[in-house]
């Protein structure tokens, strides 16, 4: 090691780095390794089915059958991408549907969406694990997801196109199309809201969050896991005490 | 069973390039007179032959349509219909040779995803290339007519081509070229027309009122056109549409519903992108993490500098 004289006093002594303390972080899990497998194996057939079908939804998209081996193979493979989503993303619905049903802190978590968007976190009411908007993102999915997976099956002609008349395909067709569209657009939002609210990502790669994550944007949910009940304002002294 | 070397195409599926424009080419049509069918099938016949298709033999349930309906591997189909005409207590055989009609504004070609699987000829035909098929039945939902069908064997759709190959050479279909009654005629579409109001004019004269030409202006008008006895009423002849268009689901699933869901797609990410570089993100800051731990800790913390509320 290289001996330095130092400045300060002129004594020599080894080069150090200085470096600050690290802050002490406290880690809340948050998806359990299952959960997030789940998850990860839904968001990849998504991300399938998107291509597969927006390359059968407009024609400038039409080469994108070409990650797929062209456009038979696109064809016959989307309704399996489909099918296969269906089950994982019921796995999913049953793992999560009761954390998802809407509560009062919904309304005024909406009411001040202002605040939310323009990260104004302490002007919200403090949450559960899931904020209005997450319990959109669920329930958005839930139903366009099952319209999805009915209208496919009515437009899979390959095993069942007898059963219903072609007038009823169109329709199928149709929604099919619109319930895809707004779909992806609903994720597109949930990707975002990933890369926007800060620390959200290694919830579903890691399983856990920061305390501070959970503190600042699911406190109620943050006080449950850390066994607390929610205090009142005002019901302890500017020490806490 | 395209081959459209010879051809100029008007209109090629799910593409933008403009079509070749230098020549110009008559457009032709094929007439079914109605009228003058006897139900021989000699259509169908060299349908199969010209096309070298043998389906499957079938089943009789007792009607002359034989086979029971148009296939992957029948083009075309004679469909019977018994008529008691009320007017006259008559008895009337109505005979329909079924198959493409060779829209104008064809419906298979609007909906389908596959560029260049459906062209339409400058002459007018409409032609499946199998070639670039995928299989996803879009064509049987845009038709009006319900002619598209998807073969099992090899999950691409097959139709009449009004034997395309052979018309590029100036030869007659031929199901034309076999009928022995002069029922299926073919030449340029306004030869056609011409031709057809002569017919009608005879059957009128022979006590059919409503005599006329099917040629339905609800697709642009058709390329195969019959001579019908009730033009006013075309579904006697075994369903044929009164009206045909393409169904408002299919214009609009392909119009309004891609604009919309490209814009729908298209907005939600750049209002993303605009929204993070406008509000930035949404950190957690280390007091945040210091409050967290400490009310693990069971403390509720407030420390005398920080002015962010914390409950």
């Not at chain 1, 002490?24 to 990860?40: A, E, F, S």
């Not at chain 1, 390959?158 to 329709?171: A, D, G, V």
């Not at chain 2, 064509?139 to 759709?157: L, Q």
């Not at chain 2, 052979?166 to 011409?194: L, N, S, Y």
Request: proline share 5%; hydrophobic share 40%.
């Amino acid at each position: 090691m290289t001996i330095h004289q130092d400045i300060r006093d002129g004594e020599s002594r080894p080069l150090r780095e200085v470096k600050p303390e690290p802050q002490k972080v406290l880690y809340v899990p948050r998806y359990t390794g299952l959960q997030r497998v789940n998850h990860w194996i839904t968001a990849i057939l998504f991300t399938l089915l998107t291509l597969s079908g927006l390359a059968m939804f407009t024609p400038y998209l039409f080469s994108l059958t070409g990650l797929f081996g062209g456009g038979q193979a696109t064809r016959a493979i989307h309704p399996w991408f489909g099918v296969a989503l269906m089950v994982s993303f019921a796995l999913l619905f049953v793992r999560f549907w009761r954390l998802n049903l809407p509560n009062r802190d919904d309304v005024e978590w909406s009411k001040r969406i202002g605040d939310v968007v323009t990260n104004r976190e302490d002007r919200l009411p403090e949450l559960g694990k899931y904020n209005a908007g997450q319990k959109g993102v669920f329930w958005g999915q839930t139903a366009l997801i099952s319209i999805m997976f009915v209208t496919g099956l009515v437009i899979w002609d390959q095993y069942f196109y007898p059963l219903t008349t072609i007038e009823t395909k169109r329709w199928a067709v149709l929604a099919h199309s619109l319930a895809a569209v707004i779909a992806i657009a609903i994720i597109v939002v949930h990707i975002y809201a990933g890369i926007w609210v800060r620390g959200t990502g290694r919830a579903m790669v890691r399983g856990t969050v920061t305390g501070g994550w959970a503190y600042r944007h699911h406190r109620k949910w943050f006080r449950q896991i850390v066994g607390e009940r929610p205090v009142k304002t005002g019901s302890v002294d500017k020490r806490g005490h | 069973m395209a081959d459209y070397s010879s051809l100029d195409i008007r209109q090629r599926s799910a593409s933008t390039e403009t079509a070749p424009a230098i020549r110009h080419h008559e457009e032709v049509a094929k007439l079914i007179d109605v009228s003058k069918c006897i139900g021989c099938k000699a259509c169908q016949a060299a349908c199969e032959e010209w096309n070298d298709l043998r389906d499957d033999v079938g089943v009789n349930v007792g009607v002359y349509d034989n086979p029971h309906d148009l296939t992957a591997k029948s083009w075309t189909l004679m469909r019977f219909t018994e008529y008691e005409n009320p007017e006259t207590n008559n008895l009337e055989w109505l005979i329909r040779k079924d198959g493409c009609m060779h829209c104008s504004e064809p419906g298979c070609l609007k909906a389908c995803p596959s560029p260049g699987a459906i062209v339409q000829y400058s002459n007018g035909i409409v032609d499946f290339v199998e070639d670039h098929c995928i299989g996803c039945g879009y064509c049987v939902k845009g038709c009006p007519f319900n002619i598209p069908r998807i073969s099992k064997a090899d999950n691409k759709a097959y139709k009449c081509t009004l034997c395309s190959d052979r018309v590029a050479v100036g030869q007659a279909p031929a199901c034309a070229k076999a009928c022995p009654t002069g029922a299926i005629m073919f030449g340029t579409k306004d030869a056609m027309i011409e031709q057809a109001h002569d017919r009608v004019e005879d059957l009128k004269s022979r006590g059919f009122d409503h005599a006329g030409l099917y040629d339905p202006k609800g697709v642009g008008g058709t390329h195969v056109m019959y001579v019908l006895h009730h033009n006013d009423k075309p579904h006697l002849y075994n369903g044929l549409p009164d009206d045909p268009k393409i169904s408002p689901l299919v214009a609009f699933w392909k119009g309004g519903a891609k604009m919309f869901g490209l814009a729908t797609m298209g907005f939600a990410a750049v209002a993303g992108f605009f929204h993070y570089v406008t509000a930035g993100p949404n950190e957690v800051v280390p007091e945040e993490e210091e409050e967290a731990i400490d009310l693990k800790e069971g403390r509720e913390h407030r420390g005398s500098g920080d002015d962010r509320p914390s409950a």
